[in-house]
């Protein structure tokens, strides 16, 4: 009967991490905490715990460096004590990878609306049907006729930046 009790202990125990293994994990934490708050309100969002978007809300109000370091701990303890899912896309949005992959694939879509070919906005309408088309219509035309005059202006950098923002959803 002594068996079967120390047995089921051991079951219930958890691989032990070391205090200073803890100190390391929360300091990398609290450094991703700091550039998610530079991120934009959609990214933020995609973590899914409303309460650490209303404090990353705060912390970008926040001037006094005092406060808004307190502010970082808090983030940070939250995140920590959140469940592993949380951690696991917060790890998600700063892996270098996927932000590669994904502007890889916007500037195809640059790319692709830019020649012309009506299969390249037909799919991105239908991956996202409440996108403004007309203001898509219109970045898409002002940016073709930049490239066919030779100008390097603003309406390619805007079109990039409407769909890295609607990617972001």
Known sequence: MTEHNSIDDQEGISPHISKSQQKRDLSKLRDMVQELINY????????????ITAAV????RT???TVKKRQ?????KLIYKSEPGVIAR?????DQKNVKKRYQ??????????KDDGETFSLIVADYPNINRQYLQQLIRKATIEKETGKNGSASKKLFHFLKELDAY
């Open 63 to 65: 001037t006094r460096a």
């Open 105 to 114: 694939k916007i500037a195809l879509w640059r790319e692709g609306l830019l």
């Open 57 to 60: 809300l705060l912390a970008r």
């Open 90 to 94: 917060l790890t998600d949005l700063f």
């Open 40 to 51: 934009t309100n959609e990214k933020v969002r995609s973590l899914g715990v409303e309460e």
């Open 72 to 76: 970082i701990q808090y983030i940070t």
